[in-house]
């Protein structure tokens, strides 16, 4: 067994009970605030910070990639990935610096990773980062692009044309051009595949990216990845969960929606309960699979503090 799979066979997710948190939460009065129903304030009174330019000096500053770790866990978390055959496509949501990216090219030689991100910056260091690896064949299997999934919508060589015909609400469900202007240049793969349709994936995985959405713009990211899947594919979901240990850290003046948060540098996180998660998948058309919390206490090695951490896991399939 490699050094890698060995690591996520010993991953573990149920270290401590969901509804054991929530109760000792909801009976601190410390932490109300978390629970108030939320405010909007006046138009004037709104934070007008960009959260994709926030995102952009975000990666930007932890350019290193020190701040990622790699994430190995996915293999047994979405063992989907590993076993599918030749000629299978993913498309990763928000790679980052590439530390999804590494473990599903590491678990599979026979996947072609397509991978996004709404900054150039970023796409670069992800680019290094997996050409630095000894994954076989990674240069023709790693198509990274650049692409603001949220907003501009996935470039329409992306899907399948009996996809798109095949959508129900065309008018809002559609799948959007990217500007070649804004596209990661990656070699002669990405001058080809942009003027012809690559068939649709497989599977996308959505891995700590929708939280970083607005809540009202969710919807309609959801909708551009199933427009992308093939019928039959499935979403892979990880996000973070209500109650985890960073939610409880925001103050009351981060509030920017019910269970939705600003840092002072402009990103935002929201906290999924498996109910919010359900509806906007299903409203989206996908057929749940599973959907779970993980709940994992870790050790922060510097003060020796345990942190509870929850998050999201979930598997959703377009209908065939």
Same mark, same amino acid.
């Not at 590494?102 to 709404?118: F, S, T, V, W």
């Not at 929708?210 to 979403?235: D, H, N, Y």
């Given at each position: 067994?490699?050094?890698?799979?060995?690591?996520?066979?010993?991953?573990?997710?149920?270290?401590?009970?969901?509804?054991?948190?929530?109760?000792?939460?909801?009976?601190?009065?410390?932490?109300?605030?978390?629970?108030?129903?939320?405010?909007?304030?006046?138009?004037?009174?709104?934070?007008?910070?960009?959260?994709?330019?926030?995102?952009?000096?975000?990666?930007?500053?932890?350019?290193?990639?020190?701040?990622?770790?790699?994430?190995?866990?996915?293999?047994?978390?979405?063992?989907?990935?590993?076993?599918?055959?030749?000629?299978?496509?993913?498309?990763?949501?928000?790679?980052?610096?590439?530390?999804?990216?590494?473990?599903?090219?590491?678990?599979?030689?026979?996947?072609?990773?397509?991978?996004?991100?709404?900054?150039?910056?970023?796409?670069?260091?992800?680019?290094?980062?997996?050409?630095?690896?000894?994954?076989?064949?990674?240069?023709?299997?790693?198509?990274?692009?650049?692409? $603001?999934?949220?907003?501009?919508?996935?470039?329409?060589?992306?899907?399948?044309?009996?996809?798109?015909?095949?959508?129900?609400?065309?008018?809002?469900?559609?799948?959007?051009?990217?500007?070649?202007?804004?596209?990661?240049?990656?070699?002669?793969?990405?001058?080809?595949?942009?003027?012809?349709?690559?068939?649709?994936?497989?599977?996308?995985?959505?891995?700590?990216?929708?939280?970083?959405?607005?809540?009202?713009?969710?919807?309609?990211?959801?909708?551009?990845?199933?427009?992308?899947?093939?019928?039959?594919?499935?979403?892979?979901?990880?996000?973070?969960?209500?109650?985890?240990?960073?939610?409880?850290?925001?103050?009351?003046?981060?509030?920017?929606?019910?269970?939705?948060?600003?840092?002072?540098?402009?990103?935002?996180?929201?906290?999924?309960?498996? $109910?919010?998660?359900?509806?906007?998948?299903?409203?989206?058309?996908?057929?749940?699979?599973?959907?779970?919390?993980?709940?994992?206490?870790?050790?922060?090695?510097?003060?020796?503090?345990?942190?509870?951490?929850?998050?999201?896991?979930?598997?959703?399939?377009?209908?065939?």
């Amino acid at each position: 067994m490699s050094a890698s799979a060995a690591e996520a066979s010993e991953y573990h997710s149920k270290d401590f009970n969901w509804d054991t948190l929530r109760l000792e939460i909801e009976n601190d009065p410390s932490l109300n605030y978390h629970l108030l129903p939320f405010v909007s304030p006046q138009p004037e009174q709104q934070l007008t910070k960009d959260p994709i330019k926030a995102w952009k000096s975000f990666h930007i500053q932890h350019s290193s990639g020190k701040f990622f770790k790699e994430r190995r866990y996915l293999l047994k978390e979405f063992p989907e990935l590993v076993s599918c055959g030749d000629g299978c496509k993913v498309l990763e949501v928000g790679c980052g610096n590439g530390s999804t990216a590494l473990p599903i090219l590491r678990g599979n030689e026979k996947i072609i990773l397509y991978a996004c991100d709404c900054s150039n910056e970023t796409l670069q260091r992800a680019k290094e980062f997996v050409a630095a690896s000894n994954v076989a064949s990674v240069e023709n299997r790693f198509r990274p692009f650049y692409c $603001d999934f949220a907003t501009t919508g996935f470039p329409k060589w992306l899907a399948c044309a009996n996809c798109r015909e095949n959508l129900g609400q065309k008018d809002q469900i559609c799948v959007s051009d990217v500007g070649e202007e804004r596209t990661l240049e990656t070699g002669s793969w990405s001058m080809e595949e942009r003027s012809c349709c690559v068939g649709g994936v497989d599977f996308v995985t959505l891995i700590f990216t929708l939280s970083a959405v607005p809540l009202q713009i969710m919807p309609t990211a959801l909708r551009e990845c199933f427009s992308v899947l093939k019928p039959g594919g499935m979403l892979l979901f990880r996000d973070y969960g209500l109650y985890d240990m960073t939610m409880l850290r925001f103050e009351p003046d981060q509030r920017v929606g019910f269970r939705e948060y600003m840092r002072a540098d402009g990103t935002r996180s929201y906290f999924f309960c498996l $109910d919010t998660a359900k509806n906007l998948f299903n409203c989206a058309g996908f057929i749940e699979l599973e959907i779970e919390y993980c709940c994992v206490k870790s050790v922060n090695r510097r003060n020796g503090k345990s942190m509870q951490r929850v998050w999201v896991h979930g598997k959703f399939q377009k209908p065939t």
